[in-house]
């Protein structure tokens, strides 16, 4: 029997990278929130991508049949601070930033919208969520 390799194209995308929609998770910790958007951001560099036949136009990714937005509807943390409460301050990006992620030209989502670079923000949501597990071991979470 043949074993039939799926097409990796935006679907198998979402199965990998965005399995669960961000919005069902605004009740879980902060950990979960940053490792769903963790998972997403890696799923955007560009050799992945080229995997899956993407590319990014702006603030979404995107084939012929496919387009995923890569805004505040994506994202687990602006749906439990942004959306739900009206401010980011709360968020855990926030506090590693000293501001919100999309504050300024050379913010990590502005990089990542203009020149469709997610490494800024994969590098802070690495260090958020370094830091998230750090203050759950010394019980401060």
């Known amino acids: 029997m043949e074993n039939k390799k799926e097409a990796l194209d935006g679907e198998a995308w ?75 301050e709360g968020c855990p990006v926030f506090k590693q930033l000293g501001k919100s992620c999309d504050e300024g030209r050379h913010s990590p989502y502005q990089i990542f919208r203009t020149d469709g670079n997610p490494l800024p923000m994969i590098e802070t949501l690495e260090k958020t969520l370094l830091s998230l597990q750090h203050r759950k071991e010394d019980g401060k979470q």
Do not use: M
Not at 14 to 19: D, F, G, L, Q, S
Not at 46 to 57: I, M, P
């Open 14 to 88: 979402i199965k990998k990278y965005y399995p669960v929609e961000a919005d069902t998770l605004i009740n879980d910790s902060d950990i979960e929130c940053v490792q769903h958007s963790l998972n997403k951001w890696r799923g955007l560099t560009e050799d992945v991508l080229k995997q899956y036949g993407l590319l990014t136009n702006g603030y979404a990714i995107q084939d012929d049949s496919f387009v995923f937005y890569v805004d505040s509807s994506s994202c687990a943390l602006c749906q439990k601070y942004l959306l739900q409460k009206v401010r980011c």
